[in-house]
């Protein structure tokens, strides 16, 4: 793409390629963006619902959500396209509004005797789009005043120049309805993220404080086996149960339940203060949060890979298990989501030519990274938790040589891991959840003028309190991201993303009519496509949802 063809309207082309990145830093950062803490997740309803049947859905999970993301990619180019029409329209008033004003004198009989021939070579030698946008008066002068491109037969309005988050593109294309119901979405998803980081964390420290066992050492199984059976394989639903009647510590009475309650108030009383203020998340951040991803997740595989080198395969899960389903598409459905976050990574790749091949091989190296993290973890260990990384809870041995001691302070990484990750996300998502149920709930637009307490107090406490009154009731992560990705999930990866393309493409037909070619369109661009997707959202919603009613 040509300079010209990158300067926009009021924008500054230097400081957008100041902000900009290869298509190799893209790839990373997009990366990076999917692969996070539902990953952790996978392993243990990959044990439930068979390593056969897992391999088979998390693959064609990830073509859907590949399909899905091309819908959000097109949308996005349809917002750039009607935000270059609409700056057409304002040029358009202004230029009408000044010849108005213009005097009959000499000059204007000039223009009118010698814009004919001007105008007749013009529509010849040009095809712009935007020439039909222009009044037919005053040529010169107006090309001077134009966007360098818009003086060229090169316009493009369809680009990913400028970023168009979700809420945006919602808020251009749906009616008062439509964008309701996205912000519901939004904001269950939400609730369910935070209430999913607030159980991992409280389970996470629990675990780590509580009387414990190794699962990287098979001789730790022995003596724990009678009180443990929150830790089997097939993940049962009485975990909370069971946790309120196992002591924490064999010298004290309080149970696993009461400390990880504890915790979890904790947690929640010294981070969700934080919702109150404005937080952002800084590149420093992104850095380190995903430096100590990578660091965990080869660790995980190193040592399970190790486990079945030395010890042989020690779990024996089953090949197909469909009563594991829908925990296993929730799983998936919230390890493949990036489409609310995608926006913000697309808009600074140089080349945005590039960016479906670097979409497709992202999602081709994650689904396979996804597939070697649950196949070693699954096989490599008797019991899988439902949070991977507590299967590496840490153990004090008598051996003191080095390599003894190294594998204590990596499996002390591992379990300190989801801590400092998740914690550094959490006030991040509810300020996040804040703004989406004050948008939601209240006229931003006269935000001022509500009280002190609606504006400080009482949104931030909506956004906090909810998720921790549910964890402090359930502590199963599996049925936590279950819930969060086969609903809300389900409604941002699937449903949005396919109304936003819909309502885009009928927009830019009525502004621009068919002759106009989007470069971005995706690769699934029939409507039968879109009717597939729905269709399989349905079908799985009313599946997980039988499941969920059963299982009551």
Request: aromatic share 14%; charged share 15%.
């Amino acid at each position: 793409m040509s300079d010209r063809n990158r300067i926009e309207f009021g924008g500054n082309t230097s400081a957008n390629q100041a902000g900009s990145y290869s298509k190799w830093v893209g790839f990373i950062f997009i990366f990076n963006l999917i692969v996070g803490t539902g990953a952790l997740t996978l392993p243990a309803t990959f044990a439930k619902a068979g390593w056969l049947l897992s391999i088979n859905v998390i693959l064609y999970l990830a073509l859907i959500s590949h399909m899905t993301v091309t819908f959000v990619i097109e949308a996005m180019a349809a917002a750039n396209a009607v935000k270059t029409w609409q700056s057409f329209q304002v040029l358009k008033r202004s230029y009408d509004f000044e010849n108005s004003h213009v005097n009959d004198d000499d000059d204007v009989e000039n223009v009118e005797t010698s814009s004919g021939m001007e105008e007749h070579t013009a529509e010849r030698e040009t095809d712009d789009p935007c020439a039909t946008l222009l009044p037919r008066i005053k040529i010169s002068k107006r090309l001077d005043r134009m966007p360098v491109y818009a003086q060229h037969s090169t316009l493009m309005y369809y680009r990913l120049d400028e970023k168009f988050e979700l809420g945006e593109m919602a808020t251009l294309f749906f009616n008062d309805v439509g964008r309701i119901l996205f912000y519901l979405c939004i904001c269950i998803y939400l609730y369910g993220d935070l209430s999913i980081y607030s159980a991992a964390i409280a389970k996470s420290l629990r675990d780590l404080f509580c009387d414990h066992v190794n699962a990287t050492d098979s001789a730790n199984f022995t003596i724990f086996d009678s009180t443990m059976d929150s830790l089997n394989l097939t993940l049962s639903n009485n975990e909370t149960d069971n946790d309120a009647v196992t002591l924490c510590w064999h010298a004290y009475t309080l149970t696993r339940l009461n400390v990880y309650r504890l915790f979890l108030t904790g947690f929640v009383i010294i981070f969700g203060p934080f919702a109150v203020f404005s937080v952002q998340k800084t590149k420093y951040l992104q850095i380190v949060t995903a430096l100590f991803r990578w660091c965990a997740f080869i660790f995980m595989i190193s040592i399970a890979v190790k486990l079945l080198i030395t010890d042989g395969a020690k779990g024996h899960p089953p090949a197909v298990n469909v009563f594991g389903i829908p925990a296993l598409f929730g799983a998936c459905v919230y390890s493949f989501m990036c489409h609310h976050s995608l926006p913000s990574l697309l808009a600074p790749i140089r080349n945005k030519h590039a960016i479906s091949k670097i979409l497709c091989a992202d999602y081709i190296l994650i689904c396979m990274f996804y597939i070697l993290l649950a196949m070693t973890g699954i096989f490599a260990f008797e019991r899988i938790q439902d949070l991977y990384t507590l299967n590496f809870i840490p153990d004090q041995v008598d051996d003191y040589s080095f390599r003894a001691k190294l594998l204590v302070g990596i499996d002390y990484f591992l379990a300190l891991f989801p801590i400092c990750t998740l914690s550094a996300s959490f006030p991040i998502i509810a300020i996040t959840l804040r703004n989406n149920l004050q948008t939601l709930f209240l006229d931003m637009t006269h935000f001022e003028s509500y009280n002190l307490f609606v504006r400080r107090i009482f949104f931030p406490l909506l956004a906090v309190l909810p998720p921790f009154v549910i964890t402090y009731f359930t502590e199963s992560l599996t049925s936590l991201v279950a819930f969060t990705g086969s609903y809300a999930g389900a409604g941002i990866q699937y449903v949005i993303p396919v109304a936003l393309v819909h309502y885009a493409r009928t927009t830019c037909r009525e502004l621009l009519g068919s002759g106009v070619v989007n470069q971005f369109e995706s690769p699934f661009r029939s409507n039968y496509w879109l009717f597939f997707v729905l269709l399989w959202t349905a079908t799985c919603v009313s599946l997980v949802t039988l499941n969920f009613f059963f299982e009551i």
